[in-house]
């Protein structure tokens, strides 16, 4: 019982931290991103801060009984989490998704 209730925890952890790291990702004052078009520019933004409000409701949600020290330290643990591996791998990532959109608009219809 007490191992189902540690994976749960755990499953919700990295849920949250799937979601810090992809605000990050469409969040990133990268060089491409102040290139593009501030239309495209303000919609990336967005797009990240709704994934980073969402990772914030998760925690809300899942973690509800936490008082407010531990809610804002399970927060601020998942955030620094999530911005270890977009500091790691952050860049590969945006690669492969940049390369799946090219292959996906350029695929016959």
Do not use: Q
């Not at 990295?14 to 790291?21: G, I």
């Not at 102040?34 to 899942?62: E, N």
């Not at 999530?82 to 292959?103: H, K, M, P, Q, S």
């Amino acid at each position: 019982m007490a191992g189902r209730t540690i994976a749960i925890v755990f499953g919700r952890l990295l849920a949250v931290t799937l979601l810090w790291l992809a605000g990050l990702l469409f969040f990133s004052p990268s060089a491409r991103h102040r290139r593009s078009k501030p239309v495209r520019a303000l919609l990336k933004i967005l797009i990240g801060c709704s994934f980073m409000l969402a990772a914030m409701a998760v925690v809300y949600f899942s973690f509800g009984e936490l008082r407010e020290p531990a809610f804002s330290i399970v927060s601020i643990g998942t955030f620094l989490a999530a911005l270890c591996v977009e500091f790691l791998i952050g860049e590969d990532l945006r690669t492969i998704y940049r390369g799946f959109l090219n292959r996906r608009s350029s695929a016959p219809r």
